[in-house]
C-alpha cells in the first residue's frame, strides 16, 4: 500500500553503507549480494530518498531496478485516465461481486435430502444472489432445528461467497435389551446350527438344526420347576452356524471399447454464477466424443468468485471391438467377485470355504462365487 523500490548499490564500501543505514534507522530488507561490488535490496519510498545523503558520503552509486505498489500505481492512472477507469470499475465488480452469496453448500446430512433444505431456506429468503452482510447465522441455525427433527446440530459459515451450512443429525443407536428385560435370541438369518452356547435361557436347536430368520434359537421362556408355569428370562448366549453368500458377475467376451484419436475442439466459456455465455459457437465436428472442463484462474486472487472462465474440451473417441482372453476374464470376475464379497461379511466371521464356477454362454463369461462362513447369527429380540 506505501509502495516500496527494488535498488541497486555499487561501489567498494558497500558494508560501510549498510552501517549507515542501520544507524539512521533507515529499514533495508531482502538484502542480497550481486557480487563484490554490488548488493541488491528492497527500501520503502521514504528509506530511498533518505539513503541519497549516505550514498554521497560513502561514495556508492544506487540504481532503481524496479518501482511497486499502489503510489506508483496511481501516479500511472493519473496520466492513463482509460486505464484508471478500468482500474476502478474492475475493483467495483470484484468487491460487489465478493459481498454476494453465489452458492450454498450443504454438508453433513444424510437422511434429509440437500435440495430440500435449499427449497426450505429458498422459501426463507435465504438462497444464492443474497448479499452475505445480510445473513443472519444464529437465525439459519435456529430455522433448521426447528424444521427438521433429525437435526441435532447445525453450523452456519460464510467462505469467500460462499454460505456452508455443516449438519449434525441424531444418530439412532441401537440400544442393547435391559438385562431385566425378557428377552429370546433369534436368528438373524439363514443358516445350519454349528454350536449353541447358552448362558441363560434355553437352547431350543442343536448342531446340525437349520434355522431361518426370525427363528428362536435360546428361549427366554423356560419351564418354572416348582409350578406347571413358565417364567420369564433375559436370554444369553451365542448361536454359531454355517452360512451361504454369493455373488455373480458376468463380463462380455467381445467388448466393445471406446479411444481417443488425437483430435480435439476447444471452447472457452465466461460463467457468471450459473449462467454462462461461450466464446466459439459451432456445432462440435465430432460425432462419438468425450468432454473434459478446466477451470482458469483469472485474476489468481484467493477470493471465492463467481465469475470464471471455463475451457470444454472435446475428444473424439472411435468404438471398436476387441475379443477378450476366456481364462482372464475369469481370473478378473473371481477377484472383483472376491472384492464385493468381502464387503458383506461381518468382522468375526471366519470362512470355512469357497466355491468358483464360470460358465461360457454365448458371448458371456458369468462367474458365480459362493462362500461359506462360520458366524454368530443370534440376536436379541424382547419378549411381548
Request: with cysteine; hydrophobic share 40%.
Amino acid at each position: 500500500m506505501k509502495g516500496y523500490v527494488i535498488i541497486k548499490v555499487k561501489g567498494l564500501t558497500l558494508e560501510r553503507f549498510l552501517n549507515l543505514a542501520a544507524t539512521n534507522d533507515i529499514y533495508l530488507w531482502d538484502i542480497k549480494r550481486v557480487d563484490y561490488t554490488e548488493l541488491e535490496m528492497k527500501a520503502t519510498i521514504e528509506g530511498f530518498r533518505a539513503l541519497k545523503e549516505i550514498v554521497n558520503k560513502v561514495g556508492c552509486r544506487v540504481e532503481v531496478v524496479e518501482k511497486r505498489g499502489l503510489p506508483f500505481l496511481l501516479y500511472k492512472i493519473k496520466h492513463r485516465k482509460a486505464l484508471g477507469v478500468g482500474f476502478i470499475l474492475f475493483f467495483v465488480i470484484i468487491i460487489t461481486l465478493s459481498s454476494i452469496i453465489w452458492d450454498i453448500k450443504v454438508v453433513g446430512n444424510e437422511k434429509v435430502k440437500t435440495e430440500d433444505i435449499i427449497k426450505f431456506l429458498e422459501i426463507e429468503g435465504i438462497k444464492s444472489g443474497i448479499i452475505k452482510y445480510k445473513i443472519d447465522k444464529d437465525y439459519i441455525k435456529h430455522l433448521l432445528l426447528n424444521k427438521f427433527e433429525t437435526f441435532s446440530f447445525v453450523s452456519v459459515e460464510i467462505k469467500g461467497t460462499r454460505l456452508i451450512i455443516d449438519i449434525k443429525e441424531i444418530e439412532l443407536i441401537n440400544e442393547e435389551i435391559d438385562e431385566n428385560t425378557p428377552s429370546h435370541i433369534v436368528a438373524s438369518k439363514k443358516g445350519v446350527i454349528e454350536k449353541v452356547i447358552a448362558r441363560n435361557g434355553k437352547a431350543v436347536v442343536r448342531k446340525g438344526d437349520i434355522v431361518e430368520k426370525n427363528d428362536i434359537l435360546i428361549s427366554g421362556l423356560i419351564s418354572d420347576e416348582d409350578s406347571d408355569g413358565f417364567i420369564l428370562v433375559h436370554a444369553d448366549g451365542e448361536v454359531w452356524a454355517k452360512t451361504l453368500y454369493s455373488y455373480k458377475i458376468e463380463e462380455p467376451i467381445v467388448k466393445t471399447i471406446r479411444e481417443e484419436t488425437g483430435r480435439v475442439f476447444e471452447r472457452k466459456e465466461l460463467k457468471i454464477g450459473e449462467r454462462g455465455i461461450q466464446f466459439i459457437k459451432g456445432d462440435i465436428p465430432f460425432n462419438d466424443y468425450v468432454e473434459s472442463i478446466e477451470e482458469v484462474n483469472i485474476f489468481n486472487l484467493n477470493i471465492d468468485l463467481p465469475l470464471k472462465i471455463l475451457v470444454h474440451q472435446y475428444k473424439e473417441v472411435e468404438s471398436k471391438e476387441i475379443t477378450q482372453d476366456i481364462d482372464l476374464i475369469k481370473e478378473k470376475n473371481h477377484i472383483r467377485a472376491v472384492e464385493e464379497l468381502n464387503k458383506q461379511l461381518p468382522p468375526k466371521a471366519d470362512i470355512i470355504s469357497k466355491d468358483v464356477k464360470h460358465i461360457v454362454n454365448d458371448n458371456f463369461v458369468t462367474t458365480y462365487v459362493v462362500i461359506e462362513v462360520l458366524e454368530d447369527i443370534g440376536e436379541k429380540r424382547p419378549i411381548n
